[in-house]
C-alpha cells in the first residue's frame, strides 16, 4: 500500500536565500548597509536643491569618519585593496540616498580612481591621501556638451610648451566644456580633466590630468570657468556643471603618465604602441562605474519590489466570494506585474555577482589578463544596460501597483525613480554600451566573412559565442544552427533547462550570424580597389544592421543573466530553495521567451501551438510562486531603516484589520446598517412568500 501522506509544499529558507544574493562580499555588503541605516545618511523627499548639495557634502564626511571609502585604495596609503568589496559596499549605499551614492561615486570611484589606475606612485602619494580623507574634492571631467560617449573625439587640447615645461589646458569652442560633472559646480577643487594631448605638433590621443580649478575657499582660479546645471530630473543633491579652460596652464607632472608619458623637451613615450589599444587600455580602468551601477540598479529593484509585494500582500479592494475584501497579490493581474520582476531582479542579482568577481579579477591583479579585461569590459557592457532600464521599469511598474500610495514621496518610489532614471545614460549611454557588445560578438570571427556562406557564418558563430565567452554564459550547441528548424524539432519540453539555454542562447547566435552575412553581402559587389566606396558601403551597412546589433547585445546580456541564475541555484543546498528558486529560474527564462515569441516564431523555432503552451505555464508558475512572493522578498534582507516607506511597515494590514474588526463588532452588536440591495432583496423573497 502507497503513502498518501501529502507532502509539504516547499519553502524558501529565506536566510540561506538571502547569504546567496548577499554573495562573496556579504560581510562588505553588510557592513554598508548598517551605514545605510543612518538617518544622517537618508533622503529627506522635497528637500531643496541648496540644502541637499550641502547635506550630501556632509554625508561624504560620514562615510569618511566609518572608513567606508578606503577599501579599494592602496595599503600602503591606509586603503584596503579590496577591489570587490569596495563595489559591493558603494553598491549598497543606494538604499541610503541616491545622491550620496553617486556624489560618492564621484569623489573616489571616479575622481580618486582616475589618479590611481591612470597616475604612478608619485601621483598617489601627492594626491590621494588628502582625496581620501575627502581634503581634496574632486570632479571627474570627461564628458563634453559636444562628445558624449565619443571620448575619443573631445575637443579640449592639452598642448606642452618644453620652455616652461607646462602643459596648456584649453576648450577652444562651447563643445568642447566638459558638461554633467558631479562636484562642478560648488565643490570641486581640482579636476582630472580628459584631454588631446599634442606635443611636437602631433596630437597623441586622449590622455588624463590634474587640474587644479577652485581654492579652498571655493574662488575658481585664473582661466578656469564654471556653470551651474541647476535643477535636474533626479539627484539634485549633487552639484552637477560645467567647465571650461582658457590657457590654463599645469606642471608636466600633472599628466597621469601611466600608460603615456612626456619628457620635458616633448618627446612622447608610451608602453602602448597602438593609439587606439592605448586609449581603450586606459578608459578599460575606469569600467569600476558601470559595475557599481548594474548592482544599484539590482538593489533599487530589490526595495521597490519589497515595498510593492509587502504592500500588495496587505491592501485589500473589492469584495471577492468571501465576506472581506480580496487581498491585491490574489488577483493575478497583481501577480503578473510584480513576481516576474521578483525572477528578473534574482537573475540581475546573480549576474552582478558574477560580473563583480571578474572585476575583482581583474583590478587584484590574480587574473589581469587582457583577455580577463576585455571579457571584464563586455559583460560590464552587456548587463548594466539591461539592469538599469529593468530598474526604471520595476520602479515604475512596483508605483502603479501601489496606487495612489506610491506616489507618496514618503514611500520612495518616485524618488528612487527619479534618482535612477540618469543611470541609463550616464557611466555610458545604455544603446552605445550594447553597440559595444555587439562589436564584440561579430570581432573574432569577422575574418571569416570573405567566403563564408550562412551555415559557415553560423558554425564561426557557434565556436566564437562557445569557446571565447563560454565563462559568461554562452555555450556551443550540440548539433548546426544552419537548419533553421534544428533547435525547435529537437527541444521536447521547453520547461527543462536545456530547453531553455537551446532557444536563448541560439537566437543571440542566428541574430549575430545573420547580421554578419548582411554586412559580408553589402560589399561583395564593390571593387577592391575602390577603398573610399568600400568604406562608405561598410558603414551604411553597419548602420542598417544597428538596430539588430543592438537587439543581439541585449540578447547576449539577457542570456548571461540567465546562466548566473542557473548556476547560483546549482550552489543551493536547501532542497526546498532549490525548487522554489527553480521555478523562479523557469519563470524568468520563460518569460524572455514569451517576450521575443514573435522572433521565435518567425524564424520557426517555436510553433503557435508551442508558444501559447509557454504563456500557459508562466501563468502557472507564477500562481505557483504566489505563496513564496513575501519569503523572496524578504530574502533581499531590507530592513525597514532601508526601505523607509510607511507601506512597507505593516500599517496597511493594521488598517485592514481594524476596519474588519469595526464591521465585525458592529455586525454583532447589531448596529451595522443593512445595504439597500439586501432589503430590497429580503422585500422581494417576502412578497414572494406572502403571495404564495
Not at 573610399?532 to 541585449?554: G, M, S, T, V, Y
Request: aromatic letters at 6%.
Amino acid at each position: 500500500m502507497s503513502d498518501t501522506t501529502p507532502q509539504p509544499a516547499p519553502r524558501i529558507d529565506i536566510a540561506a536565500v538571502g547569504d546567496a544574493l548577499l554573495g562573496t562580499w556579504k560581510t562588505e555588503r553588510l557592513a554598508s548597509r548598517e551605514l545605510a541605516a543612518d538617518p544622517r545618511l537618508h533622503t529627506i523627499p522635497g528637500q531643496p536643491m541648496a540644502e541637499h548639495r550641502e547635506r550630501a557634502f556632509g554625508q561624504l564626511g560620514i562615510l569618511v569618519e566609518h572608513g567606508a571609502i578606503q577599501r579599494a585604495f592602496p595599503r600602503a596609503l591606509g586603503g584596503g585593496d579590496n577591489h570587490g568589496g569596495n563595489i559591493a559596499a558603494f553598491q549598497e549605499l543606494v538604499l541610503a540616498d541616491p545622491s550620496l551614492q553617486i556624489k560618492s561615486g564621484v569623489q573616489w570611484g571616479l575622481f580618486g580612481a582616475a589618479i590611481l589606475h591612470l597616475g604612478t606612485a608619485a601621483h598617489h602619494e601627492r594626491w590621494l591621501p588628502d582625496v581620501m580623507s575627502l581634503q581634496l574634492p574632486g570632479a571627474f571631467a570627461m564628458t563634453e556638451i559636444g562628445h558624449g560617449s565619443d571620448v575619443a573625439s573631445i575637443g579640449t587640447t592639452a598642448s606642452y610648451d618644453p620652455e616652461t615645461e607646462e602643459f596648456e589646458i584649453h576648450t577652444p569652442f562651447a563643445g568642447a566644456w566638459k558638461e554633467f560633472l558631479g562636484n562642478a559646480a560648488l565643490h570641486g577643487q581640482a579636476a582630472v580633466v580628459f584631454a588631446q594631448l599634442i606635443t611636437r605638433g602631433v596630437n597623441h590621443g586622449v590622455h588624463a590630468f590634474f587640474v587644479p580649478i577652485r581654492t579652498p575657499d571655493g574662488e575658481l582660479l585664473p582661466g578656469v570657468g564654471s556653470e551651474d546645471d541647476g535643477v535636474k530630473g533626479g539627484l539634485n543633491g549633487i552639484d552637477n556643471g560645467r567647465l571650461h579652460f582658457d590657457h590654463v596652464r599645469i606642471p608636466r607632472t600633472n599628466l597621469l603618465n601611466r600608460y603615456g608619458d612626456v619628457a620635458a623637451d616633448g618627446t612622447y613615450s608610451s608602453g602602448i604602441e597602438s593609439p587606439g589599444r592605448r586609449f581603450f587600455t586606459m578608459i578599460g580602468t575606469l569600467v569600476q562605474g558601470r559595475v557599481s551601477l548594474d548592482g544599484s540598479a539590482a538593489r533599487a529593484m530589490s526595495a521597490a519590489l519589497a515595498i510593492a509585494v509587502r504592500y500588495g500582500n496587505e491592501r485589500r479592494q473589492f469584495p471577492g466570494a468571501s465576506s472581506r475584501e480580496t487581498v491585491l497579490l490574489d488577483y493575478g493581474q497583481h501577480q503578473r506585474r510584480l513576481i516576474p520582476r521578483i525572477a528578473q531582479t534574482y537573475a540581475m542579482t546573480f549576474a552582478d555577482e558574477k560580473l563583480l568577481t571578474v572585476f575583482d579579477e581583474v583590478f587584484s591583479d590574480t587574473r589581469d589578463t587582457d583577455e580577463n579585461r576585455e571579457d571584464l569590459e563586455t559583460l560590464a557592457a552587456a548587463l548594466k544596460p539591461l539592469s538599469t532600464w529593468a530598474a526604471l521599469e520595476t520602479l515604475q511598474e512596483a508605483r502603479e501597483a501601489c496606487g495612489g500610495a506610491g506616489f507618496i514621496g514618503k514611500n520612495r518610489l518616485t524618488g528612487l525613480r527619479a534618482d535612477l532614471d540618469i543611470y541609463a545614460t550616464f557611466e555610458g549611454d545604455n544603446n552605445v554600451l550594447l553597440q559595444l557588445v555587439g562589436k564584440r560578438l561579430l570581432t573574432d570571427y569577422s575574418a571569416q566573412f570573405k567566403n563564408a556562406d550562412r551555415a559557415a557564418l553560423a558554425k564561426a558563430v557557434a565556436s566564437q559565442l562557445g569557446d571565447r565567452v563560454s565563462r559568461f554564459g554562452l555555450r556551443q550547441l550540440g548539433q548546426s544552427i544552419a537548419d533553421l528548424g534544428q533547435v525547435a524539432r529537437s527541444v521536447e519540453s521547453v520547461r527543462s533547462p536545456e530547453a531553455q539555454r537551446a532557444l536563448l542562447t541560439d537566437r543571440v547566435q542566428t541574430m549575430v550570424s545573420e547580421i554578419a552575412l548582411a554586412l559580408r553581402d553589402a560589399t561583395k559587389d564593390v571593387p577592391k580597389s575602390n577603398q573610399r566606396a568600400k568604406a562608405i558601403a561598410n558603414e551604411n551597412a553597419f548602420n542598417a544592421q544597428q538596430h539588430k546589433l543592438i537587439e543581439a547585445a541585449r540578447a547576449h546580456g539577457e542570456l548571461l543573466q540567465w546562466e548566473a541564475f542557473t548556476e547560483a541555484i546549482e550552489r543551493i543546498a536547501d532542497p526546498g530553495s532549490r525548487q522554489v528558486l527553480t521555478w523562479l529560474r523557469d519563470l524568468f527564462g520563460l518569460g524572455l521567451i514569451e517576450t521575443h515569441a514573435a522572433w521565435y516564431l518567425v524564424q520557426g523555432r517555436l510553433s503557435g501551438h508551442r508558444a501559447e503552451s509557454i504563456t500557459a505555464y508562466i501563468d502557472r508558475l507564477i500562481t505557483r510562486l504566489r505563496p513564496h512572493a513575501q519569503d523572496l522578498v524578504d530574502a533581499f534582507g531590507l530592513t525597514p531603516e532601508l526601505l523607509r516607506a510607511e507601506i512597507a511597515t505593516g500599517i496597511e494590514a493594521e488598517r485592514q484589520q481594524e476596519a474588519h474588526d469595526y464591521v465585525e463588532a458592529q455586525r454583532a452588536a447589531g448596529a451595522w446598517p443593512i445595504h439597500e440591495k439586501e432589503l430590497r432583496a429580503q422585500q422581494k423573497s417576502a412578497a414572494k412568500r406572502a403571495s404564495a
